[in-house]
């Protein structure tokens, strides 16, 4: 039912043809080193894709140039068809439809986990403190943290803090949300913890972006995983294509390594 809610407000909808997401050509550059090679991906309105691969092999720089944190040096990035610019206010109204969830959670340490979640609706989306503050509080209830709201980052076990972190990019009512390696961080208890909340927004049809080493979220919520190695894009298939039935040698070999241990 949520989705029609976000529907309403929109003020000229775009064609339900029109992919969330949308990279053509990007290329990407540290230095002489080509982390992005000619990457082409669209993820398509509702979809979750996973994105797996070896360290090193552009994952998270892939993440970060959806929403500009990362300059390209070629190519186009669209977000629900609109190409994003460089800068300016063009590129802020599009970057706050992107919720971005860190793998170092990522939140102000000074401000109370209310304050992290009600900060941006106030300042980018202009709203009420007191229409933020009851949303943050359902978002915060949904996340299953409702109790800790008046505590500080510090006070919060890490798997609390990232599932904050994933409340407060939903209060921007984002229509699409990256996840970059969301729990790389997390003791082994606290990373099904976070995987919950992701699986039952994936259910509800929120498009995800989600760079992960999580094999069982990967076959269990993905549509699609893209695999990557040396920047570029090397598979791409259905989580049961992927993992049953791999293409590339690469794969293959990420696999065996992965899956056997």
């Given at each position: 039912?949520?989705?029609?809610?976000?529907?309403?407000?929109?003020?000229?909808?775009?064609?339900?043809?029109?992919?969330?997401?949308?990279?053509?050509?990007?290329?990407?550059?540290?230095?002489?080193?080509?982390?992005?090679?000619?990457?082409?991906?669209?993820?398509?309105?509702?979809?979750?894709?996973?994105?797996?691969?070896?360290?090193?092999?552009?994952?998270?720089?892939?993440?970060?140039?959806?929403?500009?944190?990362?300059?390209?040096?070629?190519?186009?990035?669209?977000?629900?068809?609109?190409?994003?610019?460089?800068?300016?206010?063009?590129?802020?109204?599009?970057?706050?439809?992107?919720?971005?969830?860190?793998?170092?959670?990522?939140?102000?340490?000074?401000?109370?986990?209310?304050?992290?979640?009600?900060?941006?609706?106030?300042?980018?989306?202009?709203?009420?403190?007191?229409?933020?503050?009851?949303?943050?509080?359902?978002?915060?209830?949904?996340?299953?943290?409702?109790?800790?709201?008046?505590?500080?980052?510090?006070?919060?076990?890490?798997?609390?803090?990232?599932?904050?972190?994933?409340?407060?990019?939903?209060?921007?009512?984002?229509?699409?949300?990256?996840?970059?390696?969301?729990?790389?961080?997390?003791?082994?208890?606290?990373?099904?913890?976070?995987?919950?909340?992701?699986?039952?927004?994936?259910?509800?049809?929120?498009?995800?972006?989600?760079?992960?080493?999580?094999?069982?979220?990967?076959?269990?919520?993905?549509?699609?995983?893209?695999?990557?190695?040396?920047?570029?894009?090397?598979?791409?298939?259905?989580?049961?294509?992927?993992?049953g039935n791999p293409k590339t040698d690469r794969a293959k070999d990420f696999l065996s390594k992965i899956l056997h241990h």
């Amino acid at each position: 039912m949520e989705t029609t809610g976000s529907d309403v407000q929109v003020k000229d909808p775009t064609p339900r043809d029109v992919p969330m997401i949308s990279m053509q050509g990007v290329n990407k550059h540290f230095g002489d080193l080509h982390v992005l090679k000619d990457i082409n991906l669209e993820v398509d309105r509702g979809q979750v894709i996973v994105v797996l691969g070896p360290s090193g092999s552009g994952k998270s720089t892939l993440c970060r140039t959806i929403n500009r944190l990362e300059p390209i040096d070629s190519g186009t990035i669209a977000i629900d068809g609109e190409v994003l610019p460089e800068e300016g206010r063009k590129l802020a109204q599009l970057r706050s439809d992107v919720g971005m969830v860190f793998q170092s959670f990522n939140l102000f340490a000074h401000k109370t986990i209310l304050e992290n979640v009600t900060l941006a609706p106030m300042k980018v989306r202009k709203k009420s403190k007191a229409e933020a503050r009851e949303r943050a509080m359902a978002l915060l209830e949904r996340v299953g943290v409702a109790n800790q709201a008046d505590k500080y980052p510090a006070q919060l076990s890490g798997g609390q803090q990232q599932r904050v972190a994933i409340a407060r990019s939903l209060a921007m009512d984002p229509k699409v949300i990256l996840f970059d390696e969301p729990t790389s961080a997390l003791d082994p208890e606290m990373i099904n913890e976070v995987l919950n909340v992701m699986t039952s927004l994936a259910r509800e049809g929120m498009t995800m972006l989600v760079v992960t080493h999580e094999m069982g979220f990967a076959r269990g919520a993905a549509h699609r995983v893209v695999f990557m190695d040396g920047g570029a894009i090397v598979e791409s298939a259905e989580p049961a294509e992927f993992f049953g039935n791999p293409k590339t040698d690469r794969a293959k070999d990420f696999l065996s390594k992965i899956l056997h241990h």
